[in-house]
């Protein structure tokens, strides 16, 4: 079959959608249009509000309907059930002049019901297929409950550990991100690779990824939620855009506009971004939208003097979608009339958003995604259980293992499980989880109890607060710690301290804990820490020196089976960090793709006039891409397949990867390159690929990559792409720290 044939179909089909827009719009009150674009929070009958609300009055339901019946909401996030969403959509459908559909959004950022490790966790893995799976889980069953559009995936970097949103991201390094972006909006909606990235999205399962924040936003100040970005256009290009770019190559026809600025431009007044790099350098032709009332605070930014203007500068830079403020509903219609806000703008806006509604299918099947069996059924089913304890089994990143104290033998040991975390519900899920149960979660005490059997030695002691010293709680803990063989030390974050708006000066464990871990240390007794976190945490003192470490993030609904598959060894450690740990607090943000400076620290002890601490090295303790297996992986020197790389040509770089331990392992193989001579500097290290290699004991494998002339391009000195002849420096090893190099040369003339 002719090309031409196989295209012919996806032009009909854009054909007939772009008719039926533009009669729509054609028919549309300015008011309609409006309402399109306005994005507001759901109510239900239920709601608290009510209770003041006077005989006769309409409840905040009602007032809802009556709403989009009129016309003025055209999408409404943050509200589930299958029957709330008919009510929804039939006023929109069947009750509506026009008869357009409701989009109806939500946050499920890390799970809908069934909560999954948090993002940041998953990216431990190393493994975007795992991270597509977990998002295809969600988007079924999140759709099942009348949801078309998810406000996910963060694709923010994140290098500075104490900003708290990095728990929502893939971490510091932009190859991971870009692959996590991607990987998690083929699985929002259920793109095969194959096809067009949209083919599937009307399906009933399949929903609207939406990655956010655009851009920059990881970059605060301070690690200061909200805060500036002051961020150079090249670091913006080379370090925050590349995970949206990938996003958007995958699929994604939403973004989400940040509530920060750079350069004294508030994102959602920053038209050069919105319009002009989105619109006209990328050709992005789906939906911005604002971020929780981000047109409003435009006023308290400084850059507008009122609600009026503020809708005027964000509409005209670029923001198409107004969530929750309703000042688009407001204002947008009068602004039109007086000649300051184009006709032409708004339909260009209101054409954005009824294609993605068309594209959703939400005009030929509006209530495909609305079907109350479905949603019994697919909630919480056997297999997304089973998907949650493999995702949060290969996000535990194993720090230390001082005399293979792991992993720890069943009904052989008395365990002391010592700590604020050792039981109970809380703190299991971590933040942004709208719609969990989290009595459904499986603490740390009920996954051991239940990987040991009835005849469990195993005494639980909480010892502290997460915050606040318990009365008579160490002496418990240390009498505790005392009768047993073994301490398993349940220690970190609380929910509370990680997310939005929970930025953290001291990234260490809180000093309640501290203490009782020191005070562990004195009894003697071999102390795994199991480290719950949101974020890269400063080891120190006891926690630090334990004798084995696991990184447990926040691991959500099979959080106590997980860990205890890995302590007692049915699951091998195969996590790997997507952030550097630091020494100190002082040390962020830390990031292993720094640059060089003319004064670079010199290995040994301290030295003046040098990019070098006083009282520490600048290293981190745990270098990004770390982790420890129950098996040891002996790395060969890197060969390749030639000592130089034309302009056409390709480079195989591979080594052989040997287990030399007695127990299998999943090891993470990273290629990294460094440019020794650029026209701009250039970091010390890049990640390039990496590969998940499977090695019974004794095994042992090759693994090769591919380079070609576009893995080593940068931006030069006029931020145009280029890629210069010159000597690269090339590492194959198990983490961005160490490793044996290799190197060749780039032939050609710079483009």
């Given at each position: 079959m002719p090309p031409a044939a196989l295209a012919a179909p996806a032009a009909d089909d854009e054909a007939r959608i772009a008719s039926r827009i533009e009669s729509l719009i054609a028919r549309m009150t300015?008011?309609?249009?409006?309402?399109?674009?306005?994005?507001?929070?759901?109510?239900?009958?239920?709601?608290?509000?009510?209770?003041?609300r006077k005989p006769g009055e309409?409840?905040?339901?009602?007032?809802?309907?009556?709403?989009?019946?009129?016309?003025?909401?055209?999408?409404?996030?943050?509200?589930?059930?299958?029957?709330?969403?008919?009510?929804?959509?039939?006023?929109?459908?069947?009750?509506?002049?026009?008869?357009?559909?409701?989009?109806?959004?939500?946050?499920?950022?890390?799970?809908?019901?069934?909560?999954?490790?948090?993002?940041?966790?998953?990216?431990?893995?190393?493994?975007p297929n795992l991270a597509e799976r977990?998002?295809?889980?969600?988007?079924?069953?999140?759709?099942?409950?009348?949801?078309?559009?998810?406000?996910?995936?963060?694709?923010?970097?994140?290098?500075?550990?104490r900003w708290g949103r990095g728990v929502e991201g893939a971490g510091e390094d932009v190859l991971l991100g870009q692959r996590f972006a991607a990987a998690r909006v083929r699985g929002y909606q259920k793109s095969d690779g194959k096809s067009a990235a949209d083919?599937?999205?009307?399906?009933?399962?399949?929903?609207?990824?939406?990655?956010?924040?655009?851009?920059?936003?990881?970059?605060?100040?301070?690690?200061?939620?909200y805060n500036v970005a002051e961020l150079s256009e090249r670091t913006l290009r080379e370090v925050y855009l590349p995970p949206f770019k990938a996003a958007f190559d995958a699929g994604a026809l939403a973004v989400m506009a940040g509530f920060h600025e750079i350069g004294g431009v508030p994102m959602m007044a920053n038209r050069q971004l919105l319009t002009h790099l989105l619109r006209d350098e990328w050709k992005f032709d789906g939906i911005v939208v604002s971020d929780y009332a981000a047109d409003h605070e435009l006023v308290v930014h400084g850059v507008a003097k009122n609600d009026r203007e503020a809708v005027k500068i964000a509409f005209m830079a670029g923001v198409d979608?107004?969530?929750?403020?309703?000042?688009?509903?407001?204002?947008?219609?009068?602004?039109?009339?007086?000649?300051?806000?184009?006709?032409?703008?708004?339909?260009?806006?209101?054409?954005?958003m009824l294609r993605v509604k068309m594209k959703l299918g939400l005009f030929d099947k509006p209530y495909e995604r609305m079907d109350a069996r479905r949603e019994r059924t697919l909630n919480h089913t056997r297999q997304t259980r089973a998907l949650a304890r493999e995702a949060a089994q290969r996000s535990i990143v194993m720090l230390r293992n001082d005399r293979s104290l792991l992993p720890l033998g069943k009904g052989k040991q008395?365990?002391?499980?010592?700590?604020?975390?050792?039981?109970?519900?809380?703190?299991?899920?971590?933040?942004?989880?709208?719609?969990?149960?989290?009595?459904?979660?499986?603490?740390?005490?009920?996954?051991?109890?239940?990987?040991?059997?009835?005849?469990?030695?195993?005494?639980?002691?909480?010892?502290?607060?997460?915050?606040?010293?318990?009365?008579g709680g160490i002496e418990a803990?240390?009498?505790?710690?005392?009768?047993?063989?073994?301490?398993?030390?349940?220690?970190?974050?609380?929910?509370?301290?990680?997310?939005?708006?929970?930025?953290?000066?001291?990234?260490?464990?809180?000093?309640?804990q501290q203490a009782l871990a020191e005070a562990i240390k004195v009894t003697g007794r071999p102390t795994v820490v199991l480290l719950r976190t949101g974020r890269a945490l400063a080891l120190e003192g006891a926690v630090r020196d334990a004798d084995a470490i696991l990184v447990t993030w926040f691991l959500a609904a099979e959080t106590g089976n997980a860990i205890a598959d890995v302590l007692f060894g049915d699951v091998s450690p195969s996590g790997r960090l997507p952030v550097s740990f630091p020494q100190r607090p002082g040390q962020v943000p830390i990031y292993y793709a720094r640059k060089n400076t003319g004064r670079p620290p010199p290995p040994g002890p301290f030295q003046e006039y040098t990019a070098r601490y006083r009282d520490i090295s600048v290293?981190?303790?745990?270098?990004?891409?770390?982790?420890?297996?129950?098996?040891?992986?002996?790395?060969?020197?890197?060969?390749?397949?030639?000592?130089?790389?034309g302009p056409n040509g390709t480079l195989t770089a591979s080594v052989m990867l040997r287990n030399i331990g007695k127990r299998a392992v999943d090891e993470v193989a990273q290629l990294y390159l460094r440019d020794r001579v650029g026209s701009v500097t250039r970091p010390l290290r890049e990640l390039k690929n990496f590969e998940r290699v499977k090695l019974a004991p004794g095994e042992s494998k090759r693994v090769s990559f591919t380079l070609r002339r576009e893995d080593l391009v940068f931006l030069g000195p006029d931020l145009k792409p280029v890629s210069e002849p010159g000597d690269y420096d090339l590492w194959i090893a198990p983490s961005s720290s160490g490793g044996i190099a290799a190197s060749f040369e780039l032939l050609g003339s710079a483009e």
């Open positions: 300015l008011e309609e249009k409006a309402g399109q674009l306005t994005l507001v929070a759901a109510v239900r009958e239920d709601e608290e509000s009510d209770r003041d309409p409840t905040a339901m009602q007032r809802q309907l009556a709403e989009i019946r009129e016309g003025r909401i055209g999408a409404v996030f943050n509200g589930i059930g299958a029957d709330w969403a008919r009510k929804l959509q039939r006023a929109a459908v069947e009750e509506s002049r026009l008869g357009i559909p409701v989009l109806i959004s939500v946050d499920a950022i890390h799970g809908f019901h069934t909560i999954f490790p948090v993002p940041l966790a998953e990216a431990a893995s190393w493994d977990v998002a295809r889980a969600v988007a079924i069953e999140a759709s099942a409950a009348g949801v078309a559009w998810n406000l996910a995936p963060n694709v923010d970097i994140a290098r500075d550990a083919a599937h999205l009307s399906d009933r399962d399949a929903m609207l990824a939406t990655p956010k924040h655009f851009a920059g936003y990881g970059a605060a100040e301070g690690g200061l939620d979608v107004s969530m929750t403020s309703r000042l688009y509903q407001q204002y947008l219609p009068d602004l039109v009339r007086a000649g300051e806000v184009p006709m032409a703008r708004v339909d260009e806006a209101v054409r954005r008395r365990i002391a499980l010592i700590g604020p975390f050792a039981s109970g519900p809380d703190h299991l899920n971590g933040p942004w989880t709208v719609f969990d149960d989290r009595r459904d979660a499986v603490s740390v005490e009920a996954g051991l109890r239940a990987a040991l059997g009835r005849d469990a030695q195993l005494s639980v002691t909480q010892g502290s607060g997460i915050d606040s010293v318990l009365p803990a240390v009498s505790a710690a005392q009768n047993a063989d073994v301490v398993i030390l349940a220690i970190g974050e609380s929910e509370a301290m990680t997310g939005e708006a929970q930025s953290r000066t001291e990234v260490v464990v809180p000093p309640a290293d981190p303790l745990y270098a990004f891409g770390f982790g420890l297996s129950y098996s040891t992986v002996e790395y060969g020197k890197p060969e390749l397949s030639t000592a130089t790389l």
